[in-house]
């Protein structure tokens, strides 16, 4: 099993930025797929980002491409989302994954493991 904890979330004005943090623990993650995605009011939960764990191979959403990252740490068990230029439409709860594959997955089903969600708020 693993555990995915994330945080960082909070209420950010329009043009900032926020790093969002997935510690995981359980067992190590190095040979997984991660990916980020979000849920707004109202909405099904969206693909935003993913990275396959071992050649670093990355997808982004449109909506996000060019202003958001995901970054990893290896050594700490740990992927981020970087959030810049931040938009009231990005205002969500955010949610990792993880995958038990190295590729990567857009889908929700795609993966095997979920954090609790952390809210990101994007005031205008």
């Known amino acids: 099993q693993v555990q995915l904890v994330e945080s960082g979330g909070g209420l950010v004005q329009a043009g900032g930025s926020l790093r969002l943090s997935c510690a995981a623990s359980?067992?190590?993650?190095?040979?997984?797929?991660m990916g980020w995605f979000r849920q707004a009011p109202g909405k099904e939960r969206e693909f935003v980002a993913a990275k396959a764990w071992t050649d670093a191979s990355t997808y982004y959403a449109d909506s996000v491409k060019g202003r958001f990252t995901i970054p990893r740490d290896n050594a700490k068990n740990t992927v981020y989302l970087q959030m810049n230029s931040l938009k009231p439409e990005d205002t969500a709860v955010y949610y990792c994954?993880?995958?038990?594959?190295?590729?990567?997955?857009?889908?929700?089903?795609?993966?095997?493991?979920w954090g609790q969600g952390t809210q990101v708020t994007v005031s205008s």
């Open positions: 994954a993880a995958r038990r594959r190295p590729v990567v997955g857009r889908s929700r089903g795609d993966y095997d493991y």
């Open positions: 359980g067992r190590t993650i190095s040979a997984y797929a």
